[in-house]
């Protein structure tokens, strides 16, 4: 039941991001087409290319690769994991021998990836050598987080697994009972003060002691709702955003909410749905809607300040916020860039063609994206 409960909710989220054709009329609903593309006469934003790169194709899963400095990790489903340095030149790249299934964790002397039987593989960050290997409880689709001396991985079936980085030997693990149903989604999280942030099924959002597993607080983004399952499915299905000891979290058919990183306190919340995920800057969160509208709130009252919706049914990424503007990809592969204050558009970009399903990840004074076929591109945003 809990698998076929995983795959059925995990088509209707595609469903609610995706065009929809009803076999039974000769047009597509029109409400439901990837809306076209905006033309922007005098683009706001310099985006200049850096590099581009490959590593191999995603498949059905969400590779996001992972930058410390200015060095960058990326893999690919076949099992390939490399290191670029800051000219995109390949400072080395292996084969792991497994199907990788989650993104690339990493800090300066560790490379952590998961696979689609659960296992956690560690490599050396300056040689790609490995180092230890790990068991989690079920598939791993989201990037490892190493941090304050641990590695901490989420397995598929939301539990959180705390490793050594040392040996790779367990040091705790975390589960809660979950609902019937649930997304399928790559929801990673957040290290941080000591404690391990992080958004679960039926919208609670949890702060986890990083030394012993044990829970600190726990809030309630959302509150299912609805008469059948399928409708209370309310799953936090991206990883939280923290800045400013405020941390933000947004749940699918349901809500953004802010809270007090110490105490979980609520400071705001609104309705909004998202599977795609939100981040934040000095002044807004930014939110990625299912249906393809980006929201931006006030940090400090949750008043809605911008919402373009000329993106609609594009099947948007996170949000990323970077250096005065706010980045998200598309299906088609389009990166599009749009300023921070008021939404509008201020530059386009174009790579590969295939869908940009992974979170664009900060660089410098700009952005790295890896597109589903596996193309990497490193920019500067000005």
Avoid at 106 to 113: E, I, Q, R
Avoid at 297 to 306: A, P
Wanted: charged share 20%.
């Amino acid at each position: 039941m809990k698998v076929r409960g995983l795959i059925a909710v995990l088509g209707l989220a595609i469903a609610a991001c995706s065009p929809k054709y009803n076999p039974f009329v000769d047009e597509p609903d029109p409400r439901t087409l990837p809306a076209a593309l905006v033309e922007i006469n005098a683009p706001s934003a310099q985006p200049r290319l850096l590099w581009k790169e490959s590593i191999g194709k995603a498949g059905s899963y969400v590779l996001t690769p992972a930058v410390v400095g200015d060095a960058a990790f990326a893999a690919s489903t076949d099992g390939s994991l490399a290191r670029f340095d800051g000219h995109g030149r390949q400072i080395w790249k292996i084969s792991t021998g497994q199907t990788l299934s989650g993104g690339v964790g990493a800090d300066g002397k560790l490379v952590v990836v998961g696979t689609a039987k659960g296992k956690v593989l560690a490599f050396d960050a300056d040689t790609g050598a490995p180092r230890w290997q790990a068991q989690a409880s079920s598939e791993i689709l989201a990037a490892p987080v190493l941090g304050e001396g641990t590695v901490v991985v989420r397995s598929g079936d939301a539990h959180l697994l705390a490793l050594d980085p040392a040996d790779g030997k367990i040091r705790w693990s975390y589960e809660r009972p979950t609902p019937a149903l649930g997304l399928r989604n790559n929801a990673g999280v957040i290290i941080a003060s000591g404690g391990v942030l992080a958004g679960f099924p039926g919208g609670k959002l949890a702060v986890i002691s990083l030394a012993n597993g044990a829970l600190i607080w726990e809030s309630a983004v959302t509150v299912p709702r609805g008469s059948t399952e399928l409708e209370r499915v309310a799953d936090i299905a991206s990883e939280p955003v923290l800045k400013d000891h405020q941390v933000c979290a947004v749940a699918y058919q349901g809500r953004v909410a802010c809270f007090e990183q110490n105490n979980g306190s609520a400071q705001w919340s609104r309705e909004v749905s998202s599977i795609h995920g939100l981040d934040m800057d000095a002044r807004f969160v930014f939110v990625s809607e299912d249906k393809g509208a980006v929201q931006a709130f006030d940090r400090s009252t949750g008043s809605s300040t911008w919402r373009q919706v000329k993106l609609a049914n594009r099947r948007i990424s996170r949000p990323l916020a970077v250096n005065g503007f706010v980045v998200v990809g598309d299906f088609q592969g389009y990166v599009h860039v749009l300023r921070r204050d008021d939404g509008a558009f201020a530059a386009r970009i174009s790579t590969d063609g295939s869908p940009i399903i992974a979170d664009p990840v900060a660089y410098g004074r700009g952005f790295l994206v890896q597109t589903s076929d596996g193309g990497l591109y490193a920019y500067t945003l000005d």
